[in-house]
C-alpha cells in the first residue's frame, strides 16, 4: 500500500494538470461525483439582469451537451460564441461550471439545478450578472 499511494497522488496531479492546462474532458469528469441522469442535448438561452458600463454579455442562445455528467457546449452572443463548460452533480446542481471570456473580468460563473427535462439558474461575472434556462431535446 506505500508504494501505491504516491502512484495515485501523482495520478491524481497529473489529472489536475491536464484539465487546468488543456481542458482535457476525461480529467475533469474524473473530479467529483456526476450523475448520467442529465446526459443528452439541451438548448435554452441566458439573459442579463444587471449590467455596468463595460459588460460585455449579452442576450444568447445556449447549446450544449451532457455526458457522463461532464457539460459543454457553446452560448451564441453578438460579439461571438463563448464556451461553457462543467459538472453536473448527482443531485443536478452545478459546480465548476463558467462561461469562457477572453478576459478574465468578463468569465461568467454559474450556479443552479438540472432536472429530469428542464434547468435554470443564474450567471455571475465581475461586470453583469443574469439567469439562464436550458430545455432537454434529446
Given at each position: 500500500m506505500a508504494r501505491i499511494r504516491p502512484l495515485l497522488a501523482a495520478a491524481s496531479l497529473s489529472l489536475a494538470?491536464?484539465?487546468?492546462?488543456?481542458?482535457?474532458?476525461?480529467?475533469?469528469?474524473?473530479?467529483?461525483?456526476?450523475?448520467?441522469?442529465?446526459?443528452g442535448a439541451w438548448v435554452g438561452q441566458m439573459n442579463v439582469v444587471s449590467r455596468t458600463r463595460t459588460c460585455i454579455m449579452t442576450r444568447g442562445g445556449i447549446r450544449l451537451t451532457i455526458d457522463g455528467g461532464y457539460m459543454q457546449?457553446?452560448?451564441r452572443?453578438?460579439?461571438?460564441?463563448?464556451?461553457?463548460?462543467?459538472?453536473?452533480?448527482?443531485?443536478?446542481?452545478l459546480s465548476s461550471t463558467t462561461i469562457d471570456a477572453e478576459f478574465d473580468k468578463d468569465t461568467a460563473s454559474l450556479t443552479g439545478r438540472f432536472e429530469e427535462m428542464e434547468a435554470e439558474g443564474h450567471?455571475?461575472?465581475e461586470e453583469?450578472?443574469?439567469t439562464w434556462s436550458l430545455r432537454k431535446i434529446r
Open positions: 494538470a491536464c484539465a487546468a492546462l488543456t481542458g482535457c474532458t476525461g480529467a475533469l469528469k474524473s473530479f467529483g461525483s456526476t450523475s448520467e441522469a442529465f446526459d457546449g457553446n452560448v452572443q453578438s460579439g461571438g460564441n463563448r464556451r461553457i463548460e462543467g459538472l453536473v452533480q448527482e443531485d443536478g446542481t450567471w455571475t461575472s453583469c450578472d443574469g
